[in-house]
């Protein structure tokens, strides 16, 4: 695997400590098993998995819900439900993807509710901080969609937009493609990443009836392919991941008005790399020091350091991604663990981490997994 820098012996060493720490603490070592989600794309949809943080081992669990297609999974605030997206092209007889909600009961799930989405192929879900308000996005329908939620349950669509902006990648954006849906660090404001149109729409919430209003929009570089957002702790930093030439704009955004505005431009791929590429997914620590962006294609993780206070990145180093395809990957909640949803090599990778420099190991363990697509711990 390409690095920036090949891992010196003491940069080695320190992640091999990680993994050492986390299999002799006697505060891992002690504690229990932990369910694990994932979402995939195929019949089953949402499978169950416990997870072992002292041995970093996944251990299949069966299905957890028969919902077929699932490209994302979320919790509420206090997950006790699961909301899913079904990138499906028909559902209750129309031309649309689904949502669904699921109550959690002891690791297991529960079906509450089911309701169209707003266009086919629907690959995306985020719930607001309230737990009240679900949105959803739709690659294929190019559209997006809000509901309002009572106990868990979805009601049918309260709000929903059908965009008609296209970009100059004649083999990807012939058309509008949502991808991806956000929430402001304080909640006002939803956002919905737009593939196929290079943008990112921005719409007033109202937490009370799930109702949104169009606010504006974050327009980036022609054919970059906006596909998620995510926000940095420290409440005014935002990465936006650009799928087509894989770049992540670093945007400040505007508490307010919920704009966002360009700072500077990251170029993911290492600078001799010419072939087909992809940008995918990130992952942000909780303490706000070290930023992850995974690239498909060639496939890799890349890791870099964070300034807390204002999001600046500088790179560590480009490494393994344990398989084909990185659709989704996560930090376990001991943070000493990443796990990769490997989509085409049907398998999900796990690589110590080192808590203190943010280093990724090399060489990880996998676990079979068909499609996954999204991880979530319980």
């Not at 949402?46 to 490209?71: C, H, M, Q, R, Y």
């Not at 929009?217 to 991941?241: D, E, I, K, S």
Request: glycine share 8%; with cysteine; net charge negative.
């Amino acid at each position: 695997m390409d690095t920036l820098a090949k891992l010196n012996r003491r940069d080695f060493l320190m992640t091999a400590s990680a993994a050492t720490f986390a299999a002799a603490s006697p505060l891992l070592a002690a504690s229990a098993r932990q369910r694990v989600f994932i979402g995939s794309n195929k019949p089953d949809g949402i499978l169950a998995f416990d997870w072992d943080p002292a041995s970093a081992e996944l251990t299949s669990a069966g299905v957890a819900a028969k919902l077929a297609n699932v490209d994302w999974i979320t919790f509420s605030p206090a997950r006790n439900f699961l909301y899913a997206a079904s990138e499906v092209d028909t559902f209750n007889g129309k031309p649309t993807g689904a949502v669904a909600s699921f109550s959690v009961q002891n690791g297991q799930l529960q079906p509450l509710s089911e309701q169209n989405s707003a266009g086919t192929g629907t690959c995306h879900v985020a719930l607001d901080y309230t737990g009240r308000t679900l949105l959803s996005a739709d690659y294929g329908g190019g559209s997006a969609a809000s509901f309002l939620i009572t106990a868990g349950s979805l009601s049918p669509a309260v709000f929903t937009d059908h965009y008609t902006a296209h970009g100059p990648n004649a083999d990807r954006q012939q058309s509008a493609h949502a991808h991806f849906a956000s929430w402001a660090p304080d909640n006002r404001f939803a956002y919905i990443n737009d593939l196929g149109g290079d943008s990112i729409h921005i719409y007033k919430a109202d937490p009370a009836t799930a109702a949104l209003t169009p606010a504006g929009a974050y327009h980036a570089r022609p054919g970059a392919g906006c596909r998620t957002l995510h926000f940095h702790p420290n409440g005014h930093t935002a990465y936006c991941v650009n799928e087509l030439d894989s770049t992540v704009d670093i945007l400040d955004w505007h508490r307010a008005d919920g704009s966002l505005t360009l700072v500077s431009r990251l170029n993911l791929l290492p600078e001799d790399y010419h072939g087909s590429t992809r940008a995918c997914d990130t992952v942000i620590s909780r303490d706000g020091k070290f930023v992850y962006f995974a690239n498909r294609d060639d496939d890799f993780l890349f890791s870099l350091h964070a300034d807390p206070k204002t999001g600046a990145l500088t790179p560590i180093a480009r490494s393994s991604c344990g398989g084909k395809i990185p659709r989704n990957f996560t930090l376990d909640p001991t943070e000493r663990w990443m796990l990769v949803a490997n989509q085409d090599s049907n398998n999900i990778a796990v690589f110590a981490r080192n808590p203190e420099t943010g280093v990724l190991a090399e060489q990880g363990k996998s676990f079979p997994v068909p499609a996954p697509m999204c991880i979530l711990f319980a």
